[in-house]
């Protein structure tokens, strides 16, 4: 069986404040990409895991791991599998790529066990693994909120190309959220960023599109900042970080200015690429 996992962006986040158990609320629309990793499962007599990527360490603190566990354990089947990762997404990127690909075992699992369970159930489930995993489940545009476990989807009406930017050094989720109380930063108007998209107001979703962790990130990495002066130097009419980091992406209608952007920094960034969302999916 062959699964695709998705990467997403944050089209904008905006962090409410921190919780008692550690966590911190949030307020996001996120949406998937047409960058994806593969993933091959194969019945097998043990258990057996590979990556094309070598710095993929496919031990049981892997996603993929983790997740095949946990179907395993909640559904109470032994059945063991060769799964094989080719990975496209980069790491510690703010682009769930190891979200991403726990959510496409999940998937892949209910599909081969025929499991009676709904996606939401299923998006329930994928909480255990990480906060990402049950959007990365849904798979679609959506409204985020909590600490990822309220998703919302809705149909964006929005057409654009994106264009995404990430240097060698990646950022960690709890590095992010540590430096966030150390600067300043900005939080967007999600409802207004929500409803431009619906309205297909791309002029509106530029000025009110804000993510609250961006500050911090680029604190720790200002590698980061030159990056997105480059990209609006470039003329690109919108660039923002997804997640913590350390990826930037930069949105507009026109694909062409977006490849021309590509063929600029792909000689000084390791991770240069051009894709688009996946098409909304309705409630």
């Avoid at 939401?120 to 489940?137: S, Y």
Wanted: aromatic residues 6%; neutral net charge; hydrophobic residues 40%.
């Amino acid at each position: 069986m062959e699964i695709k996992a998705n990467a997403k962006i944050n089209l904008c986040l905006n962090v409410i404040g921190k919780r008692e158990d550690g966590y911190h609320d949030m307020d996001m629309v996120m949406i998937p990409l047409t960058l994806q990793d593969t993933i091959y499962i194969t019945p097998a007599k043990q258990d057996h895991f590979t990556c094309d990527d070598p710095s993929c360490v496919m031990n049981e603190r892997n996603t993929v791991v983790r997740a095949l566990n946990l179907m395993r354990d909640t559904f109470n089947r032994k059945e063991a599998f060769h799964i094989h990762l080719e990975k496209r997404i980069p790491m510690e990127a703010g682009l769930a790529g190891g979200s991403s690909d726990a959510a496409a075992i999940l998937r892949g699992l209910r599909k081969h066990w025929n499991l009676n369970i709904s996606l939401l159930e299923l998006a329930e489930l994928g909480k255990q693994i990480g906060a990402d995993v049950p959007f990365c489940v849904m798979n679609t545009c959506a409204r985020v909120q909590g600490i990822g476990e309220r998703i919302t989807p809705f149909v964006s009406q929005c057409d654009f190309g994106i264009l995404l930017v990430k240097p060698q050094a990646g950022i960690s989720t709890k590095q992010g959220f540590q430096r966030l109380s150390e600067v300043a930063c900005e939080h967007p108007d999600v409802d207004a960023c929500e409803q431009a998209l619906k309205n297909d107001d791309f002029v509106a979703f530029c000025a009110q599109a804000k993510n609250t962790l961006e500050a911090s990130a680029f604190s720790l990495l200002p590698q980061l900042a030159q990056i997105k002066t480059d990209l609006y130097d470039m003329g690109l009419p919108f660039v923002l970080m997804s997640g913590t980091g350390s990826t930037m992406f930069a949105l507009s209608k026109d694909r062409a200015q977006l490849r021309q952007a590509a063929k600029q920094l792909e000689s000084r960034y390791p991770f240069v690429c051009v894709c688009e969302m996946l098409p909304s999916k309705s409630k």
